[in-house]
């Protein structure tokens, strides 16, 4: 068995943070590329903006472009890491779980790393949504990570 690249997909929530953890962790050991990849939800670019007329189109994607890079490294900055670490930011927009699955089998990676639960944070499902759909499409085996436990 090879671990030469491992995905970690992030919504920055507190569990795909401890999931970060794992995947750093194992990415050190076996001296793989960690691949951070965000997913920024499609309707968001869409649907649901009350865009003021003086700001145009383009001025609000390369804002957001901006604050997407800005959210990556303020979720890599907190030490989980290593700095021997060999790190890829990736930025896609589109449905997250169709996205992840996507880059996994067209770029040779070997394991998802991925939250059981996500920014929704509803618990009592026993995967969130997006989880649940990579493990059951995805290319590659995936290690699912709990919610770290209350108070830690
Ligand atoms: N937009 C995204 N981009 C990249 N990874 C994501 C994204 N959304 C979720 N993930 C990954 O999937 C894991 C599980 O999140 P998921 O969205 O399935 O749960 P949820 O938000 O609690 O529930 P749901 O989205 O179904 O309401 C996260 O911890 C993260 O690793
Ligand atoms: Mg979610």
């Given at each position: 068995m090879e671990l030469k690249r491992i995905l970690l997909p992030t919504d920055y929530s507190e569990t795909s943070r401890e999931?970060?953890?794992?995947?750093?962790?194992m990415?050190?050991?076996?001296?793989?590329?960690?691949v951070v990849l965000n997913v920024v939800n499609e309707q968001l670019f869409t649907e649901g903006l009350n865009i003021p007329l003086a700001i145009?189109?383009?001025?609000?994607?390369e804002?957001?472009?901006q604050e997407a890079t800005k959210q990556m490294e303020r979720f890599l900055s907190?030490?989980?890491?290593?700095?021997s670490v060999s790190t890829r930011r990736v930025i896609l927009q589109g449905k997250p779980w169709e996205v992840i699955t996507r880059w996994a089998g067209e770029n040779q990676v070997d394991?998802?790393?991925i939250g059981t639960h996500g920014r929704s944070g509803i618990e009592?499902?026993?995967?969130?949504?997006?989880?649940?759909?990579?493990?059951?499409?995805?290319?590659?085996?995936v290690?699912?990570?709990?919610?770290?436990?209350?108070?830690?």
């Amino acid at each position: 068995m090879e671990l030469k690249r491992i995905l970690l997909p992030t919504d920055y929530s507190e569990t795909s943070r401890e999931a970060l953890r794992y995947a750093a962790g194992m990415a050190e050991k076996f001296r793989a590329e960690l691949v951070v990849l965000n997913v920024v939800n499609e309707q968001l670019f869409t649907e649901g903006l009350n865009i003021p007329l003086a700001i145009s189109m383009e001025t609000l994607e390369e804002d957001m472009q901006q604050e997407a890079t800005k959210q990556m490294e303020r979720f890599l900055s907190s030490g989980e890491v290593d700095d021997s670490v060999s790190t890829r930011r990736v930025i896609l927009q589109g449905k997250p779980w169709e996205v992840i699955t996507r880059w996994a089998g067209e770029n040779q990676v070997d394991l998802i790393v991925i939250g059981t639960h996500g920014r929704s944070g509803i618990e009592h499902f026993l995967f969130g949504s997006t989880a649940e759909k990579v493990i059951r499409s995805a290319p590659c085996p995936v290690l699912t990570v709990r919610p770290p436990a209350a108070g830690e």
